[in-house]
């Protein structure tokens, strides 16, 4: 049993598998019980320590199930309406990964789940592929490849003759 005020983290030791009641789970990550009770009974987020077998038992929940729950609560909290978040849930789980391994990226509309430092995949729209390009490498490229070509001072060429010049150039 750890000390109080320590995180007694879910690394699946077998044995005695501690958990954190429902109340806790709630006060921990900022949702009612009765939203805590929905998830659970939809399958949205399960307890994995116990599950509730019927009347007077206790639901509990490991750390990386309170890390699930934070992650939807997040989700709502940025407007992402909860049959959305139930839709990237369920991509997620379709390409064998879950919320607590998962960096997501959302901007109210839609869920992303960021695959590497160049990709997005749009959970929403059946694993779409978004690309990111981070602009200093593209900066640095450039720098080292216009080296190559000219550049002509603004001063060094009359008004109204460097539009003739461009025109003459694509035309």
Known sequence: MPEAGQLALDVGDVGVREGYRGSSATKIVGITYRQLDYWARTGLVEPSVRKAT???TQRLYSFDDVVRLRVVKRLLDTGVSLQKVRRAV???RARGRSLADATLVSHGDSVYLLEDDASLVDLLRRGQGVFA???GPVIEELRGEVTA???ERLDDVAPGQA?????AANG
């Open 133 to 135: 390009i981070a602009l």
């Open 149 to 151: 070509f000219p550049t």
């Open 90 to 92: 369920d991509e997620l």
């Open 163 to 167: 539009a003739d010049m461009d025109d």
């Open 54 to 56: 019927g009347s007077g």
